[in-house]
């Protein structure tokens, strides 16, 4: 079993797979990440204000701009930002997902370097099947929990700092 200490560094290495090979392209792959999650969270945010303005000034008679006199266009600006929330949504599972594959191949290629830069001993005395089923079981345990686990927590926090936002809004 894998302990606290090897955990947290293979969350790690995890999140600097996650940034790519190219370092340089590093700080604009955790930025998009981090932007998509936040784009999640304000737009949903931003249409409710929307909808609650449009309301508001529908029942005063109190518009900011004269166009927003029109009420079609204040239900075709509403459906603007949910089509944006739709296509933002589609992004940002693409982004990630792509992200999570690239981390996963990485990670994977790495591990499979390690296991074959090992001495002749260790097949020697490991049996294949053991290898195998280690192997295997690490490389699904990448691909499917540890992408699930930072894409919930970058979520998580982007749904709290938006809660915290409007509350104190």
Partial sequence: ELSVLSEASASLKYLYALGGINRRQAPW????????????????????IWLG????????????????????????VYGGIGL????????????????AT??????????????????????DTTPMGRILNRFSRDIQLVDDELSWNFESALRSL????????????
């Fill in 102 to 123: 690239t981390a996963g191949r990485d990670i994977h290629n790495q591990t499979l370097r390690a296991v074959l830069a090992a001495p002749l001993r260790f097949f």
């Fill in 53 to 76: 303005y449009f309301s508001d000034a529908l029942k005063s008679g109190t518009y900011l701009f004269e166009w927003m006199k029109n009420p079609l266009l204040d239900i075709m």
């Fill in 29 to 48: 792959v955790y930025a998009s990440l981090v932007l998509t999650c936040l784009l999640i969270v304000i737009l949903p945010i931003t249409q409710s």
């Fill in 84 to 99: 944006c929330l739709l296509a933002a949504g589609y992004v940002e599972r693409v982004v990630w997902m792509m992200r």
């Fill in 158 to 169: 982007s749904l709290m700092l938006g809660t915290l936002v409007l509350i104190c809004v």
